[in-house]
DNA sequence: CGCTCATATGAATATATTATCATATGTTCA
DNA sequence: TGAACATATGATAATATATTCATATGAGCG
C-alpha cells in the first residue's frame, strides 16, 4: 500500500518518515480513538494540574463514579495515566509529556 | 470546573495556556474522534503523498469505494481534506499541515 | 470483626458508528 | 440524448461504546 514506503529514509514529498505499516495505522488509530472522548479528554485536563483521585475528578467534572472509573481504566490500560493507591484513595496522574503535547497539538488546530 | 482557568496567564502547574472552556474540550475530542478510525486514519496517509482521487484511494487501501466516500465526507466536513472535481473525478488532499503534525505527534507516542 | 468510605467491576440498556447494498447525481463523450 | 464512468447518498444491519445500576473488592478504624 503506497502508505507504506520502501525505505528507512525521509519520503521527499510527505515528509514522513518510512515504514508506515497497516499496524502501526491501526495503532495509531487506537490511540487517538480514545482522546476521541469528551469524558475521557475531560478527565485528562483535569489531570495537567496535578494528580488527583477518583472522587476529586467526579467531582470536577459533575459526573458518576461508576463512569468515571471505567473511563479510567480505559485510560490507564491505553498507558496514557498512571494509577497508584494511597490509603482508600486512588490517585490517578497524566503517565507522560506526550499526552500533553498531543493535546496540546490538537487543540491549536481547534483554536484556529 | 477545574480544567477551566481564572486568566488567560499559563498555569504554573500545567503548563497550558489557560481558558479551556468544556466545549473547547468537546470540540477537541471531536476532532480526535476523527482521527481514531483506521480507515481514515489510512484515507490521511495515503493522501500525505499528494492528492488523489476515490478511485486510488479505494485502491490502495483495497476498500468498498462507498465505504471510502462515507469517510471522506467525515473528513471533509471535519475540514481535514479539502476535495475539488476534475473531470469526472474528485481529487482529495489534506488540508493543511496541522494533520501531518498531530499525525506525527501521535506516531511518536506508539514508537515509544 | 463489622462498619464506613473509596474505588472497581459486571450486566444491561441506550446510543453511536461503520460497512454494505442499492441507487442517485454529475460528468464526459460519441 | 444516452451510455459509461466516477462519486455521493440513503437505508439497513452489524458492531462498538458509554452510562447507569447494582454489587463486589479493598482499606482504615473503632
Keep these: 500500500m503506497p502508505y507504506r514506503h520502501d525505505d ?8 514522513l518518515i518510512a515504514d ?3 499496524n502501526e495505522l491501526i ?6 480513538k480514545i482522546f476521541g472522548d469528551s469524558t475521557r ?3 485528562l485536563f483535569d489531570l495537567f494540574h496535578g494528580e488527583k483521585n477518583v472522587t476529586q475528578i467526579c467531582e ?3 459526573m458518576n463514579q461508576s463512569a468515571i472509573s471505567h473511563q479510567l481504566k480505559i485510560l490507564r490500560t491505553s498507558k496514557l495515566v498512571s494509577a497508584r493507591r494511597e490509603g482508600k484513595a486512588m490517585i ?5 509529556d506526550h499526552v500533553r503535547m498531543i493535546i496540546e497539538m490538537g487543540k491549536e488546530h481547534i483554536e484556529e
Excluded: M, N, Q, R
Design 27 to 32: 495503532d495509531l488509530a487506537e490511540l487517538f
Design 20 to 22: 508506515v505499516s497497516e
Design 60 to 62: 470536577d467534572l459533575e
Design 41 to 43: 479528554i475531560k478527565i
Design 92 to 96: 490517578y496522574a497524566l503517565a507522560d
Design 8 to 15: 528507512t529514509e525521509e519520503c521527499k514529498e510527505c515528509h
